[in-house]
């Protein structure tokens, strides 16, 4: 991995010149490509205290570190970026963010050479290390598709509750997109396949999936309901695809309750997500040159995929040929933050309003 290029995780706290041992209990998680005082300095304009850097670090992941790093404690973000966190816990967050680094960076680094191989069909028993393997994820998955399932259901009664509006302030925001025309890579790869293979990645592609583990279905009261608030949501687009968009839903105590819902089960999906790709890559590696392991997994290794961007930008005239129509739409977005929360319920010791810890 040493020759992919790296950028900074970076944490900046806000400091007053006039108290600069005034904790605002508030950290920016955020990630740069380039120097980390040059994206300081850019971000200082506008922001009438002093911005400085707590720490940073180089890694070849930076984006997804910044991903996990957000998604796993949703309820404690504020503007996108910003972490309730005090002054006391940012060394724990730092230390965490480097683990998370390093695990992803293991990760790539030991799949990198297994996508490489063509599929054979070849599929062996597994070892009794690859069955405990199995196990493990099986318990995962027992925790992370129920807390899907919850996930899916708080975001489908947000969606449903907005109806023909444009949303619900710093919770939901519906956005209708007209029906058009977009480029298909399928369809490019059956009418032009030369042309397509001169535009591959350069890496080919696989995928990964478990056998006989815990599917939505097992889990009935979560299924069932998922599929309720799933029809509720489908209904609440529908029924406002031929009409315009106007106002604003009310925010209530019962959609704050479904945000921090979907908030917490963000988190949850994100830490249990990030521990069964580490048992998927240990399986990878262990298949080797075969396609699968009976009862375990399989992983189906396919010729490398069509980069629709240089197509498109090499062959523009054909891409015009490989266009589809695409049916309007009404996609409608949860925010990933509590963005409503106002300014009293922060604290400056590291604590929100009933004295929990902001992170640890």
């Not at 409503?340 to 922060?346: F, G, H, M, N, S």
Request: charged share 30%.
């Amino acid at each position: 991995m040493s020759n992919l290029p790296c950028g900074h995780v970076y944490f900046l706290v806000m400091q007053k010149a006039s108290k600069p041992e005034y904790d605002f209990g508030l950290v920016k998680i955020g990630i740069t490509w380039g120097d980390v005082v040059d994206r300081i300095a850019d971000l200082q304009t506008g922001n009438p205290y002093d911005l400085r850097c707590f720490e940073s670090f180089e890694t070849t992941s930076p984006s997804e570190v910044e991903h996990f790093m957000h998604r796993t404690r949703p309820l404690k973000m504020e503007k996108n970026e910003w972490l309730r966190c005090g002054r006391g816990q940012l060394r724990h967050l730092v230390d965490e963010a480097r683990d998370e680094a390093g695990r992803i960076e293991k990760r790539k680094s030991k799949e990198q050479g297994c996508v490489a191989q063509i599929s054979n069909g070849q599929v062996r028993p597994p070892t009794r290390e690859e069955l405990d393997l199995h196990a493990g994820a099986r318990e995962l998955k027992e925790k992370l598709v129920p807390a899907k399932l919850r996930l899916e259901i708080a975001e489908n009664w947000l969606k449903a509750a907005t109806r023909d509006t444009l949303g619900i302030p710093g919770i939901v925001r519906a956005n209708y997109v007209p029906a058009t025309t977009s480029f298909n890579a399928g369809l490019a790869e059956s009418k032009f396949a030369d042309l397509a293979s001169q535009c591959r990645l350069k890496k080919p592609s696989g995928e990964f999936r478990w056998r006989k583990m815990p599917q939505p279905h097992c889990f009935s009261a979560e299924y069932q309901a998922a599929r309720v608030a799933r029809r509720a949501a489908k209904a609440s687009a529908d029924g406002v695809l031929q009409s315009s968009l106007h106002g604003w839903t009310d925010r209530t105590p019962d959609m704050e309750r479904w945000h921090d819902e979907f908030l917490r089960e963000t988190g949850t999906v994100h830490y249990l997500d990030a521990d069964l790709a580490e048992l998927k890559t240990d399986l990878t590696v262990r298949l080797e040159d075969y396609d699968a392991l009976d009862s375990v997994c399989i992983f189906k290794r396919g010729a490398p995929e069509l980069d629709s961007a240089t197509f498109r930008k090499t062959f523009p005239e054909k891409s015009e040929q490989c266009k589809k129509p695409v049916a309007h739409k009404l996609p409608k977005h949860v925010y990933p933050t509590r963005s409503y929360l106002q300014a009293d319920e922060l604290t400056t010791d590291g604590t929100d309003t009933i004295g929990q810890p902001l992170c640890g």
